[in-house]
């Protein structure tokens, strides 16, 4: 999963959003450097990614993508997700994504002095290019993945996967849907024994 659906995942709470959204640049037992509800999403996020690499659905959209990009079809796919999650957002919750962004954007405001350098550094260019909402087009998918490319030095090839975003467009949406359900379902439970 991706930012939006981390981010989405954490519940009602800020700093267990924060936490969830920043994980993957801290290591280790580095997360016990931050307050406790931090903590906590960190410690989610890593339940996430743990659940979402070893389930057969996700793992079925993967294999779609490995012979092209290797490696990198599980970071695609956490992409693609994202997007689905995006443009099917009000069967999700009864805030709008736009509103849902814009109060993530401001408890990162709010809580600066709580962040990674990793998230400060990020943060500017997330807010200003407003990542999370332009998941919802495969145009704004598409810009992501290029950046995401160049950071590979274009290695990775994922500028160019938006062409299989399209050609299996209902596949990949399908999956998502049956995957989210179960995602869902597993992060509650997990929020509630943190």
């Known amino acids: 999963m991706n930012f939006l659906a981390h981010i989405y995942l954490s519940g009602d709470n800020d700093l267990i959003k924060i936490g969830n ?3 993957d640049g801290i ?12 903590q906590k999403g960190i410690i989610l996020h890593r339940f ?14 993967t294999k779609r993508l490995h012979d092209k990009y290797h490696h990198y079809a599980g970071v695609i796919v956490d992409v693609f997700y994202d997007h689905f999650l995006a443009k099917n957002w009000n069967n999700y919750s009864d805030e709008s994504l736009v509103d ?7 408890s990162l405001r709010d809580n ?5 350098e990793r998230t400060k550094g990020m943060m500017p260019y997330m807010i200003e290019y407003n990542w999370l909402v332009s998941y919802q087009t495969i145009g704004g998918i598409s810009r ?3 950046q995401m ?24 949406e399908q999956e998502f849907i049956t995957f989210f359900e179960d995602v869902r379902i597993h992060s509650k439970q997990k929020l509630m024994t943190l």
């Open 144 to 146: 992501i993945l290029t």
């Open 21 to 23: 959204f920043m994980a």
């Open 27 to 38: 290591r280790g037992k580095q997360f016990e450097n931050y307050p406790l509800e931090i």
């Open 100 to 106: 849902f962004t814009n109060h993530f954007y401001q």
């Open 48 to 61: 996430i990614d743990t659940y979402t690499d070893a389930h057969p659905i996700f793992r079925k959209s």
């Open 149 to 172: 490319d160049g950071r590979t030095k274009n290695e990775s090839k994922m500028r160019f996967s938006s062409n299989e975003l399209i050609e299996f467009y209902t596949e990949f």
């Open 112 to 116: 600066y002095d709580f962040l990674s």
